[in-house]
């Protein structure tokens, strides 16, 4: 990695990451993946993240699914822990709260495969500092 | 569009990023305020656009945090220090645990900002080894940025320089008090000293020192991002901005929200909040930990800033806000708090130390049915006494809780001292459980199921309750089929 020295640098590093981020969430392009984040703060991981996490990497890689299964922290609702948020090329990301293993397999089977909603969608609730 | 109740500004990439990847972090114009800062603005810039943004620190003293950095920047020293509290040890809050490990880069930059506006080379982030995660996100953040050259030498091909450590705290409520937290990171006990000197003249190893909390230095990128007249748009006149709350407590949707100053208990508790569990009534809220204080129906409407709180007898605080039932015994909440502050004085000064303990002994007289009328003015008069001579916050607010329960639950306390009833259910020693002879069976299933043998009678026929040896643990009452059994 190069270092980033004059503020130039840091644009150009931040436009080329976006870049990337767009290209893998539109609809249609080769580039477009599915995209899901497990929210990892102390309190998702104590109420069971990490297997969540570690069912989704395994069933998705079995079940031939390509994603991106990332970490990220707590996304703030606490008494739907284990919370997960999927993200399919050119939609928004839904956030499903309450998710354990049986529930990941349902959102695999049912959200990813086949687009229909499972139960436990927790709705947006928040404007961002963008709207 | 709809209009929701928060915004998401410290919380923004909360739950988005993959904290251990800068780069995720850098496609959401992280660094980019510390950019700004350093090509373009000078070191009073900064400091007037955080001042004209009307910043107050989210500690909970709500300071304005510009001015904080102005009288910093005004002392001159060889070596100046910018520290993060990230002390957090209010029960039942969980805010700036949250945005270390949601959102860290946020605080570094914040912290590198500081450094640049006030002079600085060398932060420091105080944070308790009870937040593993935490620790172990922010290392791996800060080892990233300077591998990126966010921080380090040279930031930017400037001439600021800027590095940050990490200090490990055991977890002492004392220390999220500055002065305390700076004598434990010198190795010293974490006890206070007077102020003045404040730190912005001698904090650290002597040298000026500039403390924030962790969610104020996570509001300093966005606003120079967006700039101070976008953030002192929103909130109310003399509190700006929003504030993250940790809802906890009897209320559906527990959980972290961060919602603009101004907003009202009624919309955080019943519509973010989803209101109170089990369909039961709301009682109270307890804001700002064990430095603030109870909060009633009457105040629901209050629209939540620092002045507002404090006026209705409570205050800030970092954020934690605990709801509370009908099944809640307030003068049991009081103790609680009560138990916690005397456990965690640091005992350096007396009227913290025995004023407390005292006030402790009190309620739990109380609680116990041994209480006399006359022990609600002495109370009071203690609590005034410790807020008027302790040497630092956590001496100068642990009354409050008392305060506050005394002045909106005074009937609660009459009645544990005069009925010798708790009107909750709460306290133990004040209830009996008794057996209504016309619903009594006579399974024996009751008595079988005693631990202690307090349940006698005979087979067929109405048993009996010697409320001297029952422990009033409720056993016999989960077992009878027969609703037989009732707390008086």
Redesign the interface.
């Known amino acids: 990695m190069t270092k980033i020295k004059t503020i130039a640098d840091l644009v150009k590093l931040r436009d080329e990451l976006q870049s990337k981020q767009a290209l893998a969430d539109s609809a249609d392009n080769a580039e477009s993946i599915i995209q899901i984040k497990i929210g990892m703060g102390t309190s998702g991981i104590a109420s069971g993240a990490k297997d969540v996490m570690d069912f989704l990497i395994e069933a998705l890689e079995k079940r031939n699914i390509e994603a991106i299964v990332s970490q990220t922290g707590d996304m703030g609702y606490s008494y739907a822990e284990p919370t997960i948020s999927v993200k399919k090329p050119g939609k928004s990301p839904i956030i499903f709260g309450y998710v354990n293993v049986q529930k990941a397999d349902e959102i695999i089977e049912k959200y990813i495969k086949r687009d229909e909603l499972v139960e436990g969608v927790i709705p947006v609730n928040y404007h961002t500092i963008d709207n | 569009?709809t209009k929701?109740?928060?915004?998401?500004?410290v919380?923004?990439?909360?739950?988005?990023?993959?904290?251990?990847?800068i780069?995720?972090s850098?496609?959401r114009?992280s660094?980019?305020a510390l950019?700004?800062c350093?090509?373009e603005m000078t070191p009073q810039d900064v400091i007037k656009e955080i001042k004209e943004s009307g910043l107050r620190g989210r500690g909970g003293g709500g300071f304005p945090t510009g001015l904080k950095w102005e009288i910093a920047s005004k002392n001159h020293a060889d070596q100046k220090y910018v520290v993060c509290n990230a002390d957090e040890g209010d029960p039942g809050a969980?805010m700036d645990?949250?945005v270390l490990?949601?959102?860290p880069h946020a605080v570094l930059e914040a912290m590198a900002i500081c450094g640049y506006a006030i002079g600085a080379t060398k932060g420091l982030i105080y944070i308790r080894a009870e937040?593993p995660?935490?620790i172990k996100r922010l290392k791996i953040a800060i080892d990233q940025a300077l591998?990126?050259?966010?921080l380090g030498n040279n930031i930017?091909?400037s001439k600021f320089d800027f590095n940050i450590e990490l200090r490990y705290g055991a977890g002492a409520f004392v220390c999220g008090e500055e002065t305390s937290l700076i004598h434990s990171m010198e190795g010293l006990r974490g006890e206070p000293t007077i102020k003045p000197p404040f730190p912005a003249e001698k904090g650290y190893l002597g040298k000026p020192t500039n403390v924030n909390n962790v969610e104020t230095f996570a509001c300093v990128p966005?606003i120079i991002r967006?700039g101070a007249s976008w953030f002192n748009k929103i909130g109310t006149e003399k509190s700006k901005g929003t504030k993250v709350f940790a809802l906890a407590g009897k209320v559906?949707?527990?959980?972290?929200?961060?919602v603009p100053m101004g907003t009202t208990l009624r919309e955080v508790i019943f519509e973010?909040g989803g209101g109170i569990q089990n369909g039961k009534k709301f009682k109270a809220v307890q804001t700002g930990g064990p430095s603030g204080g109870c909060l009633t129906e009457k105040h629901l409407d209050t629209p939540i800033d620092f002045d507002n709180l404090i006026a209705a007898g409570s205050m800030m605080g970092s954020g934690g806000m605990i709801v509370m039932d009908e099944d809640n015994c307030m003068v049991s909440v009081a103790k609680f708090y009560l138990d916690f502050t005397v456990e965690e004085s640091c005992g350096k000064c007396s009227p913290c130390r025995i004023g407390n303990k005292r006030l402790y002994e009190l309620l739990e007289r109380i609680t116990k049915g041994q209480g006399v009328m006359d022990d609600l003015q002495r109370l009071r008069n203690m609590s005034n006494v410790i807020k008027d001579t302790s040497l630092c916050g956590l001496g100068q607010t642990s009354p409050n809780p008392v305060l506050s329960t005394l002045d909106n639950f005074y009937d609660e306390y009459v009645a544990h001292i005069k009925d010798h009833k708790c009107p909750a259910g709460q306290c133990k020693d004040l209830m009996k459980y008794f057996i209504i002879a016309e619903n009594c069976v006579g399974c024996t299933a009751c008595a079988r199921v005693c631990p202690v043998g307090a349940i006698t009678g005979e087979k067929k026929e109405p048993h009996f309750i010697n409320s001297e040896i029952c422990i009033k643990c409720g056993a016999c009452m989960e077992r009878c089929k027969f609703d037989a059994i009732i707390i008086k």
């Not at chain 2, 929701?4 to 500004?9: H, N, V, W």
């Not at chain 2, 919380?11 to 993959?18: K, S, T």
């Not at chain 2, 591998?147 to 966010?150: D, H, M, N, P, R």
């Open positions: 569009m929701y109740k928060q915004i998401r500004i919380l923004n990439n909360c739950g988005v990023i993959d904290p251990e990847n780069e995720e850098i496609a114009d660094y980019m950019g700004k350093i090509t969980f645990r949250s490990e949601g959102d937040y995660m935490a591998e990126y050259g966010l930017f091909g966005i967006k559906n949707n527990v959980g972290l929200i961060e973010i």
